[in-house]
């Protein structure tokens, strides 16, 4: 039995990554803190309220889908009756998804995957550099726990998180199969764990890939090649079935999903990958610096050439360089590129730089001077900007609730309180002034009552519609100003009137205060 010790640096990486990433588990609430939270949690919250099994549509694999809803049920003690507490979108805004303890919770199994990608990571490169490894594996543990890439999602709600694990997994299973002598169970727990990442997000198949090539290259018998090609896609098409049963039960549906993201990936547009790799993170999330940098991103690439040059790893390095430029060439030729499309190549990567960092270190007369130097690297890249964006999330609020806190300071019990309804502020928001008279209501509506002066607070937004123009026009401003003045203003963004769309967590709100006298 090892000693517990052996463990300490472990769990130490795993301990890094959860601080780093556990304040973004609260950020916003109980808003969305990042656009494509609802995109899935709706999905979930409908199979929660109407008790169903089955998710009712497949924009997104239901592997994460189901994972959420299943959890709520299993937690029923601690969540209480979350069904009959479900508001969710349909025909709502988008950001009308409660209660928050159900988006907490898919944060907190991303947040979960996420350190799960941070241990197979470490485990992967300890792998793949075999018996000569000093470090590789602790090295690339601690890139995964603070790369911004993984570190800034780690406590998101997002597909993405999962297919990481699976892929990550598959890649380390598929090691196994390269350097174990009895490769059968390997290969099908790769297989499984490949069907697992399609069930969370369909591109993250590819990982099947490197198994492929990689038993091409270790296996020089066609016999052998043959059966550990079908025991892993055996396992692959068992891994998704079970973690997606839609595929066989509501099999239209799945590809009438696959069609709708395919007809969306073709019509959006985005920055470039380049820009997010180098320059600034996706536009979607509160962080200033690039996924990756450049630094990073040289030592990967000469770690994959280490990878290829050397006989130990060669056939690791070609199934990645496969896996590598397949999806860079899938991603990069849309004009829509997320950088969270390459969430799973981050891992791969974080292991090629452990490679380069090895290397180093068992050529150095100072291994621990080599050990050093990685970690005061790791820390000046990414330590501190991750560490900043921490406590940033930590602290970051959503105007509307800043709205809410400032009404509930100033205005008085009993006082009357207007408020767009395109700012979606949720029941549990509106439930903490139920001692005002709090009423939701459209702009129209809301004009006759502006005249008449008959509402003390108004809580309002400069939306613009489809085709940016204010939906409170400049003469009804005149009227409002003459009647009310501006007591308050939180945010910097303008709202939209568009039901489908993230309304952000920083939309401009204004709280006017009816003037005194007539």
């Known amino acids: 039995m090892r000693p517990l010790r052996a463990f300490l640096p472990w769990i130490a990486l795993l301990l890094l990554a959860a601080a780093v990433r556990a304040p973004s588990l609260t950020a916003a609430r109980p808003y969305f803190n990042y656009v494509d939270e609802g995109n899935y949690l709706h999905v979930s919250a409908r199979m929660v309220r109407d008790g169903t099994w089955v998710p009712d549509e497949f924009l997104y694999p239901s592997l994460p889908i189901a994972g959420v809803a299943y959890a709520a049920r299993a937690g029923g003690e601690v969540f209480g009756d979350v069904g009959k507490r479900v508001v969710t979108k349909r025909h709502q805004l988008y950001d009308s998804f409660e209660p928050f303890e159900l988006l907490l919770l898919g944060r907190v199994l991303s947040f979960l995957a996420s350190l799960g990608t941070v241990l197979l990571t470490g485990l992967l490169a300890r792998r793949v550099a075999g018996a000569w490894a000093g470090g590789a ?8 726990a603070l790369v911004p890439a993984l570190a800034i999602r780690g406590g998101i709600a997002m597909i993405d998180s999962w297919a990481t694990l699976f892929t990550t997994a598959a890649l380390l299973f598929t090691e196994r199969v390269r350097t174990g002598e009895r490769p059968t169970v390997p290969a099908v727990l790769a297989g499984v764990m490949a069907g697992f990442a399609f069930a969370s997000k369909y591109p993250a198949v590819l990982v099947c890939l490197p ?10 018998a066609w016999r052998e090649r043959l059966r550990l090609w079908g025991l892993g896609a055996a396992g692959a098409v068992a891994g998704a079935v079970v973690a997606m049963p839609g595929l066989i039960v509501s099999t239209g549906k799945v590809l009438a999903g696959l069609h709708k993201q395919s007809e969306l990936y073709s019509t959006l547009t985005s920055i470039p990958l380049w820009r997010q790799v180098f320059v600034r993170a996706e536009w979607d999330l509160p962080f200033e610096g690039p996924e990756l940098g450049w630094i990073f991103t040289a030592l990967a690439l000469a770690g994959l050439v280490l990878a290829v040059r050397d006989p130990r790893t060669r056939i690791s390095g070609l199934g990645w360089t496969l896996y590598l430029v397949v999806n860079l060439a899938l991603y990069a030729s849309q004009s829509y590129q997320p950088f969270r499309n390459l969430l799973p190549l981050v891992p791969v990567a974080c292991v090629l730089v452990a490679l380069v960092f090895e290397r180093v270190r068992e050529r150095s007369p100072k291994p621990r001077l080599a050990d050093a130097a990685a970690l005061l690297l790791t820390g000046v890249l990414f330590g501190l900007p991750v560490a900043r964006f921490a406590l940033e999330r930590s602290r970051f609020e959503d105007s509307r609730t800043e709205a809410v806190d400032w009404l509930l300071r100033r205005s008085a019990r009993g006082e009357s309180v207007l408020i767009l309804d395109h ?14 008279r709090v009423e939701v209501s459209s702009w129209v509506k809301m004009q006759p009552r502006v005249r008449q002066r008959l509402v003390h607070y108004l809580v309002l937004s400069p939306v613009v519609d489809p085709h940016g123009q204010p939906v409170i026009p400049p003469p009804w401003r005149e009227i409002l100003f003459r009647r009310y003045e501006i007591r308050a203003r939180f945010g910097t963004e303008p709202g939209t009137v568009d039901r489908g769309q993230w309304h952000g967590n920083r939309q401009t709100v204004f709280i006017l205060e009816r003037k005194k006298g007539r």
């Open 137 to 144: 594996g602790w090295i690339a543990g601690l890139l995964a």
């Open 423 to 436: 700012l979606a502020v949720l029941p549990s928001e509106l439930k903490r002034l139920e001692d005002r």
């Open 211 to 220: 198994f492929a090539l990689t038993v091409w290259l270790s296996r020089p």
